[in-house]
């Protein structure tokens, strides 16, 4: 296989994905360790994913990943790259955090005594959504007991905001003990970078998103929400390993992943396997036939986004044009 070109194409990625540097992205690094993939406007495959639905226009076998918590269209993919379970012929279990270069250092050893002689300090939350509830209502009742450092653009409690990068966040995180790592929203499966950044900093997560989150990582590195039965519950634990620091050393004693083995869907031979497969047998789930009649779906799609733009500008301008001859008429009957 590594002398079959396969020609490929992008869309629908996040917003500061940039076309021109394609052969650093997951996909093309995984991909090139068999294959010779080359950008084309006729691709045999595209990988798209949630910003967007250009992928309509595309009668090719289509790939689609995401770094949401959304469950793939397989009435639009062929194949999904998803945070989902289980595993099938047409949907692979990868969590984002698979993706991040910290990946790596998850399989480095742990020194508990040497975090322990550190002095941290209690809790660090880091947000800058301020929609998550759950998250917001645990930061409150944790702080009742002491206070919890906000260095997000939310909530912030320290004076000036962590600037953005994630070895910025890690940086400031590790001067503390427990971290609040809540996802935006919960569904089984749906782990994002959040906690492995947490457990890289070697804090001890206080985690709320996936309730299955320990076949992520290992389940005695972090406390996870699902398991108790209210958030007050989750409090009283986290002040008792304060108070405790055998308990304490006992969490950052153990390796991030269970048994310091990476999960079976996580090893980039299982990965590259999964492409492989797809990309040496090419079959389609989704007829060309139907694909075709999917596209002219992306000419309403486009018409639809176009049209709202141009009605919240409308209302916006509208806004501020009532504003501007509110003022005026004011300040006519002032004069009168």
């Known amino acids: 296989m590594a002398n079959h070109t396969v020609k490929v194409m992008f869309t629908d990625m996040y917003r500061s994905f940039d076309l021109r ?11 090139s360790k068999h294959w010779q993939p080359m950008l084309s406007d006729d691709p045999d495959f595209l990988f798209y994913s949630c910003f967007g639905q250009e992928h309509l226009k595309y009668n090719c076998i289509r790939i689609f990943y995401t770094p949401e918590n959304i469950r793939p269209r397989f009435d639009r993919c062929d194949y999904a790259f998803s945070y989902d ?58 702080s009742k007991y002491k206070k919890v450092d906000s260095g997000g653009g939310y909530l912030n409690n320290i004076g000036y905001r962590i600037e953005r990068g994630s070895q910025n966040k890690l940086d400031w995180m590790r001067n503390y003990k427990f971290s609040i790592t809540f996802e935006n929203s919960s569904y089984p499966g749906y782990t994002t970078e959040k906690l ?43 002040r008792e390993i304060d108070q405790n620091e055998a308990l304490y050393k006992g969490y950052l004693s153990q390796p991030y992943l269970t048994n310091n083995v990476e999960t079976d869907f996580c090893t980039e031979e299982n990965i ?45 301008y509208g806004g501020q044009a009532f504003s501007i001859i509110k003022a005026r008429l004011f300040h006519k009957q002032s004069e009168n």
Request: charged share 25%; net charge positive.
């Open 21 to 31: 540097e394609a052969e650093q992205i997951f996909e093309w690094r995984m991909i």
């Open 85 to 142: 379970l289980p595993i099938t012929q047409r949907n692979y279990r990868l969590p984002i955090y698979r993706r991040w270069p910290e990946y790596k250092n998850l399989l480095r050893p742990r020194d508990p005594d040497k975090i322990a002689t550190q002095k941290r300090q209690f809790c660090a939350f880091m947000v800058s959504n301020p929609h998550a509830i759950e998250r917001i209502d645990f930061f409150n009742r944790l």
């Open 196 to 238: 492995m950044h947490a457990l890289l900093a070697d804090t001890i997560p206080i985690y709320w998103g996936n309730p299955l989150a320990s076949l992520d990582f290992n389940p005695k590195t972090f406390i996870n929400c699902h398991d108790y039965s209210s958030f007050d519950d989750v409090v009283e634990f986290v």
């Open 272 to 316: 590259v396997a999964r492409y492989d497969e797809i990309l040496s047998s090419r079959k389609y789930y989704i007829t060309p036939s139907i694909k075709r009649l999917q596209k002219p779906l992306y000419g309403w799609y486009k018409l639809d986004t176009a049209v709202g733009k141009l009605f919240r500008k409308v209302k916006a």
